[in-house]
Structure formats: C-alpha cells, structure tokens
C-alpha cells in the first residue's frame, strides 16, 4: 500500500514540476544523479517530443533530475569546494569526525585545518529541486534533504528493510562523510599533479596502495563514471573498437525494420518486456504521468541492451543486465555505458551471463569453497546436509560410506548448495539490488579497481555479516515440524525447514547493509579475517579448478548411466542395486575426490609484519602529530 | 502447522512476483522489478479440511514457502534446484500473451518428466484478467493515466482452450488478475486442500505416533515456529 501511496504521490510532485521546462540547462554535466546523454549522437535514437531534442539539457544533462534530488551546483560558477558542499546538500558541521580515517596514513597530509575550511558557505549555490520556486539559488536546508523520499541518484530512500528515518539518521552522517573523502581525493588529485577543475576528473593517479584505500573509501559520487571508466580501462577498449556502437544502432534500426513485430525476435523482446521492469522505483526510469512519453534513460537502456546483444550473440540478453547497464546509464553516457558493460560481463564476470549460465555455477561453485576455507563458521550453516545421502541409503555397505565421504569433499561443486539459490543473483547483478544503493556502489568502485575477486570477498563479507542471523535459526536437522518434502519421505525431515529459515537470512540481512562502511570497516579493513588474503589470482586459479571438476562430474554422471541433468545426479547414482555401477562410482569418486583445491597457504610472517608495519604507521602518526 | 514448499514458473513477466506479492503481502505494483535467479517468501493460511471425520474438524494452518523464479528461458538451467522437492508448482501465463501458455506447456512436461512425484501438485494460472474485463472506457480513463503500463488488451488465450489442456493433464486450473487480487487467495486454499488431502493419512500416521510417544518427542505438529526475521514474510 505504502508503495502505491508513494508512486501516487511522485507523480503529484511531478505534475507541479515539469522537469524539462523548469530546469532546461540547468545542470552540471558531471553529477551523479544526472546521467548524461548524447542522443543526438547516435542514430538509433528518434524522440517524438521535439522539446526534448531542441532543449539545451539533453546535452548537458538529463533532463528529468528528479524533483527530490539534493542541491546540485553548477561547476562551471564555483570552485572545487562549494559545489563539494552543495552536492550533498546538508549542514556540514565544523567539527571533524575522524571515523572515516581510522587506520589511515591519509592523515599525515596534515589536511585537517583545510578540512575546517570546508564549512558550507551560507550562501552556495543550489537548485532546491523540492521547490519550482528555488530554482536560482538558495541553501539547501536540512529539512529540504529530508522531506524527500528519494536519494540523489533518484532511488527511493525508504523501503521494506529501511525506514524513513533510519535512512536520514544515516545519511545525516554519510553525507558529511562523502564531503571529507572528496576534499580527500581533491587532495590526492592535486598532489598527483592532476588537479580537479571542474569537478569531472578524467584522469586519476596511478595505482598504489594509498589509491586502493581511498577507492575503498568511496569514489565521489560525481567522479564516479570517469573513475570507473578509468580504472576498468575503458577508453582502452573504445579506442580499439571505435565506431562500433554506432554501427550497432544502425543495426538494430534494420532489424527493427525488417520486423516491426520485435517478438519475432527473442532477444528483442526480453529486452522490451524488462526496460520498464528497470529501477522502476527510481524516478529517471519513469515517465511522467502526465503523458506516456519514455524517459530518455529507458531509450538509452534499450539501445544499451540491444546492441550488447548483437554485439555477443554469446550472451545475447540475460535478465540482470537490465539492472547492470541501467546502473551504469546513471553514471556515464551511453557509449561509454555498453563498453563498460562489455567489460564487466567478460573480463568479470566471463561466462556468468552466458545462455547456459555456466559461468554462474562456476563462480557460485568458487564462492563455496572460498566460505568453506575462510569463513568454515558460516560453512557450517551453509553446506550441503549429508543426512540424505545416509537416509535414503538403507542398506549402508563400507564402500558406499567411502563414497559418500568422498562425494563430500568435492561434491557440492557439482550440486551446489541450495544457499546459492540465493547467492547467484549478487554475481549476476553486481550485488544492484541485492544491497542498498550507496554499499552497491562502493562495491562497484572496488570491483572496478581490484578486478572481481572483489565480488568474492564482499560476498564473504556479507556472508560474515550475517552470521549474527544464522546463529538464531534453528539448528539443522533437528526440526519441530513437518516438512512434506520427498527428502522428508525418506526421513530426513526438517533439514529443508531449518534451510528456508537460512534463506530468509541470506536473502534480507544483506538489504540491511545501508551504511557502505559496515562492510569495509568490520570486515575488509580488519587484518584479522582471513578472507582478506584472497586475491585475483587465487580466484582466477578457483575458477579454472570448478570449472574443471564440474566438467568432470559431468562427464562421470553421463558414464554412470545418468542423464547430465543435476537434478538427477543425485545420491541415487551412488545407491545403484547393479554391482557394476557400484563399483564405477567408487572409481569415480575416488579420482574425483584426490583432486581437492588447496588455497594459498599464508605465511606465519605475514601477520607479524603487518602488525609491525601497523605500529611504525601509528608511532609516524603520533610523531606528526607532536611535530 | 504444515509447510509445504511451492515453486511458481512461467515465462518472462506473466507475474509470477506479481501473484505472489499478492498472496504474501497484499499488495500489487504496476511496474515490478524483473526477478533475477530467484526470491524466497513464506505466507501462511488456514484451510478447514472436510473429510467427514468427526476427529479431525479442527482448522489446519499451512505455511507455503515459495520460490518464485526468473522468467527467461536461460534461468531454465537452474530450475531443477527450485523444484527439487516442492509439493506444489503454479506454472502461470498471461491470457494476452499467446506465447505464454506453450512455455507453460514446457513447464508441465518438465515437471511431469524431471520431478517425478505423483503427488506433485501443479497448478495452471492465466494471469492478468483485468486487462480483458468489459466496459474498457471507463477503466481506460481511469487508470491508465496513472500508470504508464496499464492498457487494455485483447486476449490472446481463451479460457476453453487452457481449461481443456489442464483436464487432460490432470492439472488445477484457474484464471486470476494479481492486480486485482481476484482468484489468488483462492488458488492457495485449493493447493492447500489438496496437499492435505493426498498427506492425510502420513499426516495422521505420525499425529498418532506422536501421540503414543513414538517418536521420542521428537515431532510436535502444535508447536510454531520460532518467528522469522524476515520482514517480508507476515505469518498469520
């Protein structure tokens, strides 16, 4: 009901302030909540609306900022500082907080006077998006920033996790956050020689330790299209394959042609049927209900997707991309959006989107041994009951107990656990969606910077984070109620209860994760958690290994008889009554389970040196400090 | 209580989400997110078995736990994983959508082919029958202002064509709108009777056996669950 009271009410708000007349020009080019367009560039593009192709702001901006969004400034009028402060839009107390420079060598920059200079002039300069009237410039109130119901990117802020308030007690922090980690990184920019002019850096410093820990920090939410771009390479790869996206519009404009009924072609209609299904809670991608005209981002969006799909027929579309270009359409222009997400769907996340989704079962095969070696206290929770194997095997013979113990050890990459059920739709979606807007898009900056292992670790962060959760389910396989299961025909009931139970857990807690910080400052940051030793070329390593014993169990599964199905490479196999396949599958499993992955092993003296290298960091600090 | 695991599947935006969010919440958005992989939701009811047995008159509560799935063809790989053990599947299609009701047909087949249990309920679902009520002016005035989606459409599937394929197949069968909520409370009572109907006798069996205190204790059909965290899931 709340859902519709509050569309209800978006689109009031919309009929007073008709976003193309009230604030034609009137935007940076460069902000996070206004994705810019070049609509005009490509061809695929006909808009029915002649304003919206005669008005400045299609190029400038997009048009329809939405009426909530916080004060934006416009870069061109002021130096680095004020737009800094009318970005976020709320009160920016004097005091310093120093959270987000806990274990932080940053801090040695000696920065904290200019920090104090960052108090928000009364007088910067802001277009009060709440308001026709404020459209020239006026100080955007506190108040102002919470009576909206939608986030500076155009999300809604509230939501079946977060309440209203929860969100703005938050943000009162974050926003303050978000200013100091931009004066930070003007800082870095200007000491690299690269200093920020007009609030778009296009280029950054290389990379060094101190840029992964700012970047871990959170990119500025303005620079984070150049930034993404930049570090996935993305120019590199648009140097390489210029002209083709335009090619690829004219394309599609002849398939469009040539079969006006866009159902007759597979891809095409997916697409259709999921533009709208697209964010629709964000105010970019809706159209205003005073007429049924489509935003100019959901144009973008299909032409985004449709020229993915010509471009690798390999993929095609896969449902998920919608949210992935649709998220980068929020940050970059159109061109610069379809090779980012061309990057993201190869050099990532390879094989994830592909028609057999193997690279899905690859990477969710990947992540269970990683919560098995580094977090084995959430394994427990997670890992496949052997309680059914045993059961359904009435007649326990010695060779099949050693086949079972040996299915165990590897097994689960084949049959993967039910959990990721749920877990397959964070590789797939780039966590868009599965945790809350602001912690998805620090995620992206690291993924961008440190390539995909990322994506392991934060799930194994957020899969640590929960363990609080998982803890008050109740213990497996020791169920109070019926759970009319086949499993439960055969005995063993209450393991599939006690595992919906888990699933609510893995499925919610992560849209509890508002604050960005809470993953990296319980987690990542802390040295003392394993799962920060996994790096890229573990992951690539893991990978090839899955790939490789799924491969096999397949291929073993087609030779005892089974069809490659998973469904039917069950336990079944193993209980065959014909000696001979008992004997094949002890073989099999045998072979199978010699094959165990092994992890890098760290060091006993990495430890040691990083917590020496910790006390050198503190004594440096403590001595500026003193100097 | 009783929990039963369901499974929804159909094509790509018939609304599967829609059907459920219905059941479980109440509540209906024109424009939904398009799911990806899978959602988990749990909702509650209680059905009033009428088995002329005076002993067991006594309302039965059921818990569903419901996998709703992504429509699109390429998530049909995983599907096996959703299905496994589930006692009931809705396989839904879009009654304008002509398409939609083959690769419902697919959905059948599989189950029959892949699950292998007769006592696997499946449930046949045209969905959106409020796009093809009467009187369209009014409703087209009204409505359609406010969402960018809402039209009325012709209807592509006729109910006679998918009731037949449902007898044949041996199939519950049902025509609903999720917009409106007609039919959906419905169907899950149905499903419920049903599955109580073919468990009775396991049900009673063990009600029995618990009774004797032959099981150590072990099963106690009265106790509840301890409640969930989930806040999307409103156990009544």
Redesign the interface.
């Given at each position: 009901?709340q859902?519709?009271q509050q569309?209800?009410s978006l689109?009031n708000r919309a009929v007073l302030t008709h976003p193309y007349k009230r604030l034609g020009g009137a935007f940076p080019v460069k902000s996070p909540s206004v994705p810019n367009f070049h609509d005009r560039v490509y061809p695929g593009h006909s808009s029915s609306d002649p304003a919206l192709v005669n008005d400045d702001s299609i190029l400038s901006g997009h048009p329809t900022a939405e009426p909530s969004c916080l004060g934006q400034a416009s870069p061109s009028e002021h130096d680095g500082n004020l737009s800094v402060i009318d970005l976020y839009g709320d009160e920016v107390e004097s005091q310093r907080v120093d959270d987000d420079d806990d274990d932080d060598d940053e801090d040695q920059d000696g920065t904290h006077s200019d920090d104090l200079d960052l108090v928000p002039g009364e007088g910067g300069h802001h277009v009060e998006l709440d308001d026709v009237t404020a459209a020239t410039s006026k100080s955007a109130s506190a108040d102002g920033v919470n009576n909206t119901h939608f986030d500076r990117y155009g999300f809604k802020k509230q939501n079946?996790?977060i309440s209203k308030s929860e969100y703005d007690s938050w943000w009162g922090d974050y926003s303050q956050y978000c200013v100091r980690r931009k004066h930070k990184w003007q800082l870095l920019l200007e000491k690299s020689g690269l200093p920020v002019t007009d609030d778009s850096p296009a280029r950054f410093p290389s990379k060094s330790e101190r840029l992964k820990r700012y970047v871990r920090k959170g990119i500025p939410a303005e620079w984070r299209g150049n930034a993404w771009w930049h570090f996935a390479r993305g120019q590199e790869k648009l140097n390489k394959n210029k002209g083709i996206y335009s090619q690829l519009l004219q394309k599609m404009k002849q398939i469009k042609k040539q079969n006006p009924n866009e159902?007759q072609v597979?891809d095409l209609d997916?697409i259709e049927?999921?533009l709208?299904?697209?964010?629709?809670d964000n105010v970019h991608f809706?159209?205003a209900?005073?007429n049924?005209e489509e935003p100019p981002i959901i144009k973008s969006l299909r032409r985004v997707l449709v020229a993915f799909s010509l471009y690798n027929p390999k993929i095609g579309y896969?449902?998920?991309m919608?949210?992935l270009a649709g998220l980068l359409l929020l940050f970059l222009d159109e061109e610069r959006a379809f090779w980012m997400l061309v990057i993201i769907t190869s050099r990532y996340l390879p094989g994830v989107h592909n028609?057999?989704?193997e690279g899905?079962n690859i990477d969710q095969g990947v992540l269970m041994l990683c919560v098995k070696e580094y977090i084995p206290e959430v394994w427990s929770y997670i890992k496949p009951s052997i309680d059914h194997h045993q059961q359904n095997n009435k007649t326990f013979s010695p060779s099949n107990n050693k086949v079972l113990f040996n299915m165990q050890k590897n097994e689960f990459l084949y049959r993967?656990p039910?959990i990721?059920?749920?877990t397959?739709?964070w590789f797939?979606?780039c966590f868009v969606?599965i945790v809350p807007i602001e912690t998805t898009l620090r995620i992206w900056d690291c993924l961008f910077y440190e390539e995909s292992h990322f994506l392991f670790k934060t799930s194994l962060a957020v899969l640590k984070l929960s363990e609080h959760?998982l803890s008050?389910t109740?213990p497996r396989s020791n169920s109070?109620?019926?759970?009319?299961?086949?499993?439960q025909r055969n005995g063993s009931?209450g393991q599939?209860?006690s595992d919906?139970?888990i699933?609510?857990?893995i499925?919610?807690f992560p849209k509890t994760l508002l604050n960005p910080n809470e993953i990296f400052e319980k987690i990542i940051f802390k040295r003392r958690f394993n799962l920060n030793r996994l790096d890229q070329d573990e992951i690539d390593r893991c990978r090839k290994f899955v790939a490789a014993q799924r491969l096999k169990f397949k291929t073993y599964g087609e030779l005892l008889g089974s069809t490659a199905?998973?469904?039917?490479l069950t336990s079944a196999n193993v209980n065959t009554d014909a000696k001979g396949t008992h004997i094949t599958s002890d073989a099999v499993n045998e072979a199978l389970s010699s094959e165990v992955y092994g992890f890098k092993k760290s060091l006993a003296g990495v430890h040691w040196n990083n917590s020496i290298k910790e006390k050198v960091k503190q004594m440096r600090k403590k001595k500026d400090r003193n100097d | 209580m009783l929990q039963f695991k369901l499974v929804l599947l159909g094509d790509s935006s018939v609304g599967k989400s829609s059907i459920v969010h219905r059941f479980v919440k109440d509540t209906f958005d024109e424009l939904r997110e398009s799911t990806i992989g899978a959602a988990f939701l749990s909702q509650s009811i209680t059905i009033h078995p009428h088995d002329g047995n005076e002993a067991n008159a006594k309302d039965v509560v059921i818990k569903f736990e419901i996998w709703d799935t992504a429509g699109q063809e390429r998530y049909k790989s995983l599907a096996p994983m959703y299905y496994r053990n589930a006692n009931a599947a809705l396989v839904v299609y879009d009654i304008t959508q002509e398409d939609s009701l083959q690769k419902a047909r697919n959905w059948v087949d599989e189950l029959k082919n892949k699950v292998g249990d007769d006592d696997l309920v499946i449930y046949l679902l045209g969905n959106k029958v409020d796009l093809c009520l009467g009187t369209p002016d009014a409703e087209i005035g009204q409505e359609s202002n406010e969402d960018g989606d809402d039209e009325q459409r012709v209807r592509a599937i006729s109910t006679e064509e998918a009731k037949q394929y449902a007898q044949e197949q041996g199939l519950l069968f049902r025509e609903v709108s999720a917009k409106t909520g007609e039919g959906v409370k419905d169907i899950f009572r149905e499903i419920g009777e049903k599955l109580y109907d073919l468990k009775r006798d396991e049900i009673l069996s063990k009600q029995n056996r618990q009774i004797n205190g032959g099981n150590n204790g072990q099963v106690d059909i009265h106790l509840q669950r301890p409640s969930t965290n989930d806040p999307t899931s409103c156990c009544s």
């Open positions: 009901m859902n519709d569309r209800l689109h079946n996790y159902k597979q997916i049927r999921d709208n299904r697209t964010f629709p809706q159209s209900s005073y049924k896969c449902q998920s919608n949210f028609i057999n989704l899905v993967l039910p990721t059920l749920c397959a739709s797939m979606s969606g959760e008050k109740k109070l109620n019926y759970s009319w299961t086949s499993n009931m599939e209860d919906m139970e699933f609510q857990v499925q919610t199905s998973e469904a039917e | -």
